[in-house]
Each structure stands twice: as C-alpha cells, then as structure tokens.
C-alpha cells in the first residue's frame, strides 16, 4: 500500500509539472484595435446653472396685505401688467373724503370770485337803487322848495332839510358801494385756493398709494419666480416675483481650474438636464472668466454661456449637465488611450506584424477621455495591442484575440 501511495505522487507530479510547462509556453492571446480615420472630437464634460439672459425683479414699495395675485408661475406677462395687488381701502376711504374737501374749495372759490355771498350782495344793490331813487326825488323837491324861498313862498327850514336829506343819501350809497369789496378780502380767497391745493394733493398722495399698491412687471417676459401668494403680507423691498427673458438663456458653466486653458470664446455648447430624457440645447460660449472660485471641494472658473431656448422649457435656476467642444477634425488616426505605453522615455505602441509584437514609438496629438490622436509613427490599418502591460515586449509571438474594429 505504502508503494502504491508513493507511485500516484509521483504520477500526479509528473502531470502537474507538465500543464505548468505547457502554460509558460503557451502563445499569450492579445486583444488588438485596428487603426483608422475617423472624425475627432473633444470636450469639456462638466455641469452648470441656467439664468435668464435678461431678467428683473419686482419688489413692493409699501407695506400691506396682498388681496389679489392675477399670475401664476411661468406665465408670460407684458412690461407693467399687475403680478400682484395689496389692499387698497383706506386710500380709497382718503381720497373719497379729499374729493370732497375739493368740491367744498372749488364752490367757496366760485362764490368768492363772484364778488361774495349772493343775497348780501342783492341786498347792496337794491339799497343802491333804492338810495338813487330817493336822491333824484329829493334833489327834484329840493330844487323846488329853493326856488319857492326865493320867491318868498317856502321855507328856508324846507330847503336845509330836504339838502341834509341829499347829502344822507349820498353817504349812504358810499356805503354801500364800500360795503361791497369787504365781501371778499383777499386773505380769504387766498385761504380758499390753499385749502383746494391741500385736498388735491391729499387726493394725488392717495392715488399714488394705490398705485403702489400694484406691483408691476419691469419688463416684458415669463414670471419664472413667484414668491408670494393670496394673504401673504409684505414690507417695502420684499421680492414679490422674478421676471426674466427665457427664449434665449446664460448658463454658468463651472469649468476646474486645470481645464480652463482649453476653453476659448465662441467654442459650441451643448446642455443636457436629466428631467427632460432625451433633449439637448446648443449654444456657445459667451465669456470667459476671469477669477477662480470655490465650488464645493472644486476651485472653478464660471463660463457663461449663451442657448437657445425657443420652446421655454429650460427653467432657471435647473442645474444642468453641459458639454464644450474644445476641438473637432473631421479625420485623424485614432489610437485608444489603452494602447499607449511608454518605454525608455517615450511614447509608443506594440504593433502586431505577422504574429509578432514589434514596438513603434508615436508622437502624439490631442486627445479626449477615450481616445488621442497619432501624428506619426503608425499608419491607418495597422493593429495595436490593448490590454496591460504584463507579458508584452517586443518580438513576442502572440495571437491575436479578438479584433475590436
């Protein structure tokens, strides 16, 4: 038994000894990428904010209850149409009782102006005319009785009365006629003018009130921002809505610092957001920053950027995921970034001929996150090797796995 234990060690040995020979002498499998031309593209793969390209806020001047809220949010408004009314009844109350402190100064003014109150003034003239009368019939007897004293046939007694009479009536329409003026002093009508401008301007501070008290759009877009509601109650300053033009929107692209240099004016632009599956906005780049920010743990420089929003449903405020095409050539010999190693110093590529991996040293161009482009040292239709690095040198044979173009 021992002997027959001690043979299948040795048995089992010998078969180990043989797959571990045939394994380190097996042709390693290599899988290859055929090289070719094709379009060449990189970008900047980052996220951003939308603003509105234009935009105003509209805040309350006064302090009041809001009664009437005539707009929704996204709702397209003209410049000055109400977004919201506040109550209004104790201006209303103000310029009711102005209007009629108005009226009341309107009428005083007219009947000073006239010359005073009427029925005194009836009663002057008919004194006057009444007067006038008397004095032409006492003038006429008086006139008579001097001639009947001349002729010895009347009084002189007669005569002095009836001219005393004369002379009182004379003073007696002086009176009057000064009574006249009295009616109106000037310091009255200037009382009465005052007291008209007061109540109007009682009445303009109370229409003004009330049109403080609608709060109007700046300017012509879509209300994207509505921060008040029915009962709410705001104070002088307090934002009421944002108003912004949406057609066309600014998106602040967050680029890291380190990619900042590959960033140019005018480069094409392309933004995603994932609540619309599917749908992508172009635009181009506007500004370039010009200082560095912190963003979270990211130091960042905010691009603006400019798209097209024609069918208004990029909101702002969204953060979206937004791409900046930093070049694009419409033919170039592609390498994977898989493919490429280094050796000595230098770049290059194993480069399989006829079963055997021959090392070619490339200078390389531009490259994005999949992909660089070769300037020389490798020509279209030739086969590199992918994979890692282990077992790979040159002159190896090899078997190519499997294609991958």
Known sequence: MKRLGLLLVVVLAVIGGYFAWSFRNATPQVPVFRVVRAPFEDQVTTNGRVEPSEWASARAEKEGLVVGVPVVKGQRIAKGAPIAILDSKEAEADISAATARIEEAQANIQLLESGGRKREIVEIEQGIKQRNAELLQTEKEMEIAERLAARNAGT????????????????????????????????????????????????????????????????????????????????????????????????????????????????????????????????????????????????????????????????????VNAFIQTRKQDSALLLPKEAIRNRDGASGVYVIENHILVWRKVELGSGNVTSVIALSGIKEGDQVALGPEAGLKAGATVEIAKPLL
């Open 156 to 319: 002189r007694e007669e005569t002095r009365v009836l001219k005393d009479k004369v002379e009182l009536l004379k003073l007696q329409i002086s009176a009057l006629n000064a009574r006249r003026p009295t009616l109106v002093a000037v310091s009255d009508l200037a009382s009465a003018r005052a007291r008209l401008r007061e109540a109007t301007a009682s009445a303009d501070l109370a229409r003004r009130r009330i049109q403080m008290g609608i709060i109007r759009s700046p300017i012509e877009g879509v209300v994207y921002q509505l921060d008040i509601k029915q009962g709410s109650f705001v104070s002088p300053g307090t934002l009421v809505a944002n108003v912004g033009r949406l057609d066309t929107l600014k998106v602040l692209v967050f680029v890291d610092e380190p990619e900042l240099g590959r960033i140019g004016k005018g480069m094409p632009l392309t933004i995603t957001w994932d609540a619309i599956e599917g749908k992508k906005w172009n635009g181009e780049v506007d500004k370039i920053p010009t200082q560095i920010v912190p963003l979270g743990t990211r130091q960042v420089g905010e691009v603006e950027c400019r798209i097209e929003n024609r069918d208004g449903d990029l909101l702002p405020g969204t953060n």
